[in-house]
């Protein structure tokens, strides 16, 4: 599997990382609830990550469902990177969102809050974590679903890997 067909975390030989993570409806449907996380990268300690973001390729929509949001952060904060957005084609769903949590706009604790300041999370010295997507559904439970597409994107770089 190729870091562009979901695998984990592809590095680089200058420590750059870069990974895209297909989800389709059919990878949610044997959910029988309103919703599911599903990993789509591990961030190793004395890492940094500098792009979180999404693109959507098909609506979601399907049966009784009404709403379908995404929301992308890590163990410690599941909106980190990006604030729920909507992916439902009943809800204006917004084709694609990038940075939009408190690891890059600033009202983490502890985050820069100077405009056009580029950002990142860092991991320095901290164990890995879980690059994280939540899927939480309106109407009916995500096994409703009979289509949508959505290709999540992780860019950072692993400082470990640059010696």
Known sequence: MSAFANSPVEYL????????????????????????TVTIATIPTDAAVEL????LVQNFDGGATSALTVKIGDDDDDDGYVVAASVHADNSPLSSKLNTGAYFTGTDSGTETTANVIKSKNYDN??????NVVFTATGANLT?????????????IDLTKIA
Not at 52 to 55: D, E, M, P, T
Not at 126 to 131: E, G, H, I, R
Request: charged content about 10%; hydrophobic content about 35%.
């Open 13 to 36: 030989s200058n420590g750059a990382i870069n990974t895209l993570y297909t989800v389709s409806y059919a990878d949610l449907t044997g959910t029988a609830s309103t919703s599911k």
């Open 52 to 55: 979180v973001g999404y693109y």
């Open 126 to 131: 901290a164990s890995t974590k879980s690059l």
């Open 144 to 156: 409703a679903l009979t289509q949508g597409k959505v290709v999540f994107v992780v860019r950072g």
